[in-house]
T-cell receptor
Framework: GNSVTQMEGPVTLSEEAFLTINCTYT??????LFWYVQYPGEGLQLLLK?????DKGSNKGFEATYRKETTSFHLEKGSVQVSDSAVYFC?????????FGKGNQVVVIP | GAGVSQSPSNKVTEKGKDVELRCDPI?????LYWYRQSLGQGLEFLIY????????KSGLPSDRFSAERTGGSVSTLTIQRTQQEDSAVYLC?????????????????FGPGTRLTVL
């Protein structure tokens, strides 16, 4: 079945640092890939998406490229801000549902 | 316009009681989804509705869980004889269509969730 794997553990970094969160997937067919973000006390929001291989999704300075050859969709941001502190979930669609990774809590320290 | 709303926002119940959770999707959205977010399991799919029918109930964890959707709009998720392991945040999402393959995917919009605590 479809599954998404995110790197283990929270991520703590200083303001203006470079952020990478790894995401790999297993899927049948050609799913679309997503990053969702959950800010403290808020609901899940779509951050960015890519619908086919080599597509790059981008939003709010975040980017992720759909890599079919490595089955990956790593999230990157060049210079994080305190306001980026949140939980980030990688997901893919298939079989009438989203399959999510476990999520990574990102804490940005001033 | 209004987003997906859920009620109640918090529910505390005693083990063995039944609970009902409500979801109001975005107006006009034909597809509706329930997910559960818990510390140990992450985000899990529960059930998918297209209109009033539920073609995919495969994520419901036991026969204590059921859901219905009426008028192609509001949905209720019912948990009978609640257990402590049912404690979680229950999330509802809706999308304009249930089509989930290829570039015509319709984004799922999530509600704020209902936090269920079973004592």
């Amino acid at each position: 079945g479809n599954s998404v794997t995110q790197m283990e553990g929270p991520v703590t970094l200083s303001e203006e640092a470079f952020l990478t969160i790894n995401c790999t997937y297993t899927a049948t067919g050609y799913p679309s890939l997503f990053w969702y973000v959950q800010y403290p006390g808020e609901g899940l929001q779509l951050l960015l998406k890519a619908t086919k291989a080599d597509d790059k999704g981008s939003n709010k300075g975040f980017e992720a490229t759909y890599r079919k050859e490595t089955t990956s969709f790593h999230l990157e941001k060049g210079s994080v801000q305190v306001s980026d502190s949140a939980v980030y979930f990688c997901a893919l669609n298939g079989n009438n549902r989203l399959a999510f990774g476990k999520g990574n809590q990102v804490v940005v320290i001033p | 316009g209004a987003g997906v709303s859920q009620s109640p926002s918090n529910k505390v119940t005693e083990k063995g009681k039944d609970v009902e959770l409500r979801c109001d999707p975005i107006s006009g959205h034909t597809a509706l989804y329930w997910y559960r977010q818990s510390l140990g399991q992450g985000l899990e799919f529960l059930i998918y509705f297209q209109g009033n029918s539920a073609p995919d109930k495969s994520g419901l964890p036991s026969d204590r869980f059921s859901a219905e959707r009426t008028g192609g709009s509001v949905s209720t998720l019912t948990i009978q004889r609640t257990q402590q392991e049912d404690s979680a945040v229950y999330l509802c999402a809706s999308s304009a269509s249930g089509t989930s393959l290829g570039p015509s995917y319709n984004e799922q919009f999530f509600g704020p969730g209902t936090r269920l605590t079973v004592l």
